[in-house]
């Protein structure tokens, strides 16, 4: 079992940046890919990133590739994704999931998720 709290999340003008970062507990956090999603108002859940157990091997949607990056650090069961250039449409919940298997993009593949943090991007 893993629970996952995200933070990070808040207000920021287009072209800002923010730093979400996803907490887990377990002990076996540094077993699990870690994904991230969005969701934005009235539109399907999106794919983001995600990263593997070792945070050797990343993969990014082409819409943030370039602009957010996937991080993690297992000895304090984090999963970090920085967000730079934000933009209107960057506007959404944003959430971490966690999944046993690489590379993992279809958020009905992961087994456990974090109840999301809010990102406003004003124009």
């Known amino acids: 079992q893993v629970q996952l709290v995200e933070s990070g999340g808040g207000l920021v003008q287009a072209g800002g940046s923010l730093r979400l970062s996803c907490a887990a507990s377990?002990?076996?956090?540094?077993?699990?890919?870690m994904g991230w999603f969005r969701q934005a108002a009235g539109k399907e859940r999106e794919f983001l990133a995600t990263?593997?157990?070792?945070?050797?091997?990343?993969y990014y949607a082409d819409s943030v590739k370039g602009r957010f990056t996937i991080s993690r650090d297992n000895a304090k069961n984090t999963v970090y994704l920085q967000m730079n250039s934000l933009k209107p449409e960057d506007t959404a919940v944003y959430s971490c999931?966690?999944?046993?298997?690489?590379?993992?993009?279809?958020?009905?593949?992961?087994?456990?998720w974090g109840q999301g943090t809010q990102v406003t991007v004003s124009s």
């Open positions: 990263i593997d157990w070792s945070g050797g091997r990343t």
């Open positions: 377990g002990r076996t956090f540094s077993s699990y890919t």
């Open positions: 999931a966690a999944d046993t298997s690489w590379p993992t993009t279809l958020a009905s593949y992961y087994d456990y």
